[in-house]
């Protein structure tokens, strides 16, 4: 393998990133991948069990950690990283934890990203791919699709530092002509998602015969994507996209969160009445729409997965893995719960 032989993985031990080090592992094993990753609270080491990668624990916003990151694929300063690409994870993701304190989502998404842009661009990075979200374009009306030109109109401060990354890794293409890709997919569901997220809270609270806590009328509509379908359009960006192409990642499923619950407790076998509606989410965007148009025209790839299947599966996976759905909730997760949802729940 030439091109893209070694991979340094930001954000390799969350949800996503993990999921894309298992699935390079199993289609490209020659390829040698290290992980940079804070380990904050969404973080874990214990996703990449068995995969033969280097973990480096550190913060993408610190020059000296990003350093080493870059050594331990082999590389110093000043170049010798020709055959390299990063493929950038890291973020701070939960709009919930934006609204109540903004600052780490600067710190990391986009002093964090400007910290591994200068990285790269020192190194000779071959390929910069920045993952990014639907959720820069800011709600979308009925019946509309978002194409990747469309004006960017984040609403919330996870939303806002997600475009400002944006920003920056598109001026850095211009400025120092890095070779950059950014994609914006849509929300993903699968395993080893912290369970703050509606997909693994809803099975974990379902499961225990707890309340679901649903924000508002329920009605709020997103695009839902597989993990497994992102990481693989992930590699097809990573290998053939356009340098300087920003391409959408569409999981081309519009569902409400209604109907999401509604799947889930059919499938557990659980009744509908443990839904709870809550008080509704600050500035909750109403619909997200990413066009999947270009990333199909450019590089042929569409998702390979039905909901339906992917989503019984994930609810398998939750299932037969409760020992590390407990572990991960033991953390700062219930003080998190309790905070966000108490008093929600009691009205
Ligand atoms: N989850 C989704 O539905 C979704 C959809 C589209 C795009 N994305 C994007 O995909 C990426 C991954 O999302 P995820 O859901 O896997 O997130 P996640 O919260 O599960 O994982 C984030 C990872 O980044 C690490 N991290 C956080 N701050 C760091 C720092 N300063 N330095 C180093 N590592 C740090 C965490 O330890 C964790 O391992 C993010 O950039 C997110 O914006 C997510």
Redesign the pocket.
Known sequence: MSEFDTLLV????????SNFVHVVAERTPARRVVV?????Y???AENLAGLDVELVR????DPEDVGRAFQATGTGGGGGAENIAVI???????VDRSIESALPFL???VV?TQVLLDAARERGVRRFVH?????VYGPIPDGVFTPEDDLLNPTNPYSAS?AASEHLVHAATITHGIDAVIT?????YGPY??PE?LIPLMIANASEDKPLPVYGDGLCERDWTHVRD?CDAVLAVLERGRAGATYNIPGNTHKTNLEVLHFLLDVLGKPRSLIHHVKDRPGHDRRYAPDGARIQSELGWTPSRTFDDAMEETVRWYQDNTDWLERVRSGEYRNYYERHYGERLKT
């Open positions: 930001t954000g390799g031990a969350g949800f996503i990133g940079l990753d804070k380990l904050t969404a973080g874990n550190g913060d993408i916003a950038h994870f890291a973020a701070e993701t939960h710190h990391t998404n964090g993952i990014s979200t639907d959720e997600k914006r997919c849509s929300n993903n998602q912290f997220k992102h």
